[in-house]
């Protein structure tokens, strides 16, 4: 098989899990059915949780949740980071590199500090969209902003300029469309950033409510059962590896112009 | 000079940014401790008593002439000096970290000097993991199938991190795997084109053996962006022992800073939160100041 086909088929897994997984589960992912962390049988293909719940219920359910979180997130970082590098990188102002500089400074703060005061003051799902703005859109926009430099004088973006144009729809339609891969590679690598983030928030105990099923946060219920039953911590680590190893590759070889 | 003057100007404006976060927290750590059963009156008594009713840049202010006379302040939960709690906690972070970049940084050398597709998907994937999928990924091998390590490390209070080596193994490779594989995922493409270099062909031509070759002609070339990188490896690895030391039940600064910041203590949150900026500020700076050198010498 190449690459591509196990990037697609891999791609394909993924989506199928995270868009039917919680009609296939139902209620299952919130019932007690077996004691707490059995081993996998014939009813249990994983095995039971620490409440004695079904694995596989709550892998096929713990997905949705965290995947919708990680795509807003980075959605808002990519967008903020472009809309701002696209303006540093064209405007003359003098306010630009102030911008630029100020980015700059927020990636010496320690982005978990950051995340943790967001995680106490705003509800789950934000203080990851917060912590990946403000750790990923100052990258996007340094990125942007020189490509956007670099764009000035093409010669497709002087037409523009020369043929009238007015500046928002230069950027709009020549700029930013000749730089889509870029994007795309951008809003890749934050949605790694944000599972991450997810990841991290749910283990230090700010992750999504009980008894509500996430792959991070089945992580820390099953840790002190593995001996009993390490599908219960097993099964949702393959599902983020799954899911982190996909968005990263993809993004990689969008970055290099490859599908 | 205007490096120094610019990273002094880093850590202040961090200084700066990291008491407005705590200071943004809700409830203090007053209403915390409370836990809601004293009054309004009562809870502004307390709060006065602890300093908490003033201004927040006379608050400010007060802090930080604290941390450069060397008085950081006291916990608001023990009562104890801050500088005393994080001296405590401070070697099992230090030895984690420091043992992560001994381990990583040859291992990223090594990535970052192998060619081939597979390794390139290898340093993408292996960057992306979550810390703590490979935290609980190590521990069912080493100590779930191969019963190597104990799974969880619960150091006797007051012994020595070094005192049970067998404790660090699984924080230490989780911490490192990761970081190498960032760090030699984003220094291929640089060693790549060094090596392309005519005088790193003709010395490898002239039979000069690959490490005298590596360390004579590509090292010093990669040296700058290599700091650079390793540079904001420190700052990840300071985030990650919080995720690490919670994880495997290590008592450090990176559980310190969890646990303060669900008290709401305030002054260990900013000490501990100031060191982790500290740490990158520094280590940009180290990298800066290498570069500058190198160029000056060629």
């Known amino acids: 098989m190449k690459p591509r086909h196990v990037l697609l088929a891999a791609t394909a897994l993924l989506v199928a899990v995270v868009l039917t997984g919680p009609v296939l589960a139902g209620d299952a992912a919130l019932r007690t059915v077996a004691p707490p962390w059995s081993p996998p049988g014939p009813d249990l293909p994983l095995g039971a949780d620490a409440l004695g719940r079904d694995v596989l219920a709550r892998v096929l359910t713990g997905g949705r949740e965290l995947a919708l979180t990680a795509g807003l997130s980075a959605l808002t970082a990519t967008t903020v980071g472009a809309a701002l590098g696209v303006w540093a990188g064209w405007s003359r102002s003098r306010a630009a590199p102030v911008l630029t500089a100020a980015a700059d400074l927020l990636l010496v703060l320690p982005l978990l500090l950051v995340a943790l005061v967001a995680a106490v003051a705003l509800p789950g799902p934000w203080a990851v969209v917060v912590g990946t703005v403000l750790g990923g859109s100052p990258l996007t926009l340094r990125v942007v902003a020189d490509a956007t430099r670099n764009a000035r004088y093409t010669g497709y973006v002087e037409a523009a300029v020369g043929r009238g144009e007015p500046t928002a729809t230069v950027l709009l339609r020549e700029v930013l469309p000749a730089h889509a891969g870029l994007l795309g590679a951008d809003l890749g690598v934050r949605t790694v950033l944000a599972v991450q983030l997810a990841a991290a928030l749910a283990v230090l105990g700010y992750g999504p409510a009980p008894p509500a099923a996430d792959w991070a946060v089945m992580l820390r219920e099953n840790l002190p059962g593995m001996a009993l039953n390490p599908a219960a911590v097993l099964a949702p680590a393959a599902a983020l590896t799954l899911l982190t190893v996909v968005v990263a590759v993809a993004a990689q070889r969008l970055g290099q112009g490859r599908r | ?298």
């Open chain 2, 1 to 298: 000079m205007g490096a120094l003057l610019r990273a002094v100007a880093l850590v202040l404006v961090a200084s700066v940014a990291v008491f407005a976060a705590t200071a943004l927290l809700p409830a203090d750590a007053v209403a915390v401790r409370s836990g809601g059963r004293v009054d309004g009156e009562q809870l502004a008594q307390l709060r006065a008593a602890a300093g908490l009713d003033r201004p927040i840049v006379a608050r400010y202010l007060d802090w930080l002439g604290g941390l450069l006379t060397g008085d950081p302040g006291s916990s608001l939960v023990s009562g104890r000096p801050v500088a005393e709690l994080v001296g405590q906690r401070a070697p099992v972070s230090v030895v984690l970290v420091v043992g992560a970049l001994v381990l990583a940084v040859p291992l990223a050398a090594a990535l970052a000097r192998t060619r081939g597709p597979a390794v390139g998907v290898l340093v993408v994937a292996g960057a992306a993991l979550p810390p703590v999928v490979v935290g609980v990924g190590l521990a069912a091998l080493l100590s779930g199938a191969w019963q190597l390590v104990p799974p969880v490390s619960l150091l006797p209070a007051g012994r020595p991190p070094w005192s049970r080596p067998e404790l660090l193994v699984l924080p230490v490779l989780t911490l490192a795997l990761p970081t190498a594989a960032y760090a030699g995922g984003q220094l291929r493409g640089t060693v790549a084109d060094v090596v392309a270099r005519p005088f790193v062909r003709d010395a490898v031509l002239r039979g000069m053996p690959p490490t005298a070759v590596a360390l004579r002609y590509v090292g010093p070339l990669v040296a700058g962006p290599a700091l650079r990188v390793l540079a904001v490896s420190a700052g990840s690895l300071v985030a990650g022992t919080t995720v690490v030391e919670t994880l495997f039940g290590m008592s450090g600064l990176g559980e310190l800073l969890v646990a303060a910041v669900r008290a709401r203590d305030v002054p260990v949150v900013q000490v501990v939160a100031l060191l982790a900026a500290v740490v990158v500020v520094a280590g940009l700076l180290f990298a800066d100041l290498v570069a500058t050198r190198n160029e000056r010498d060629r």
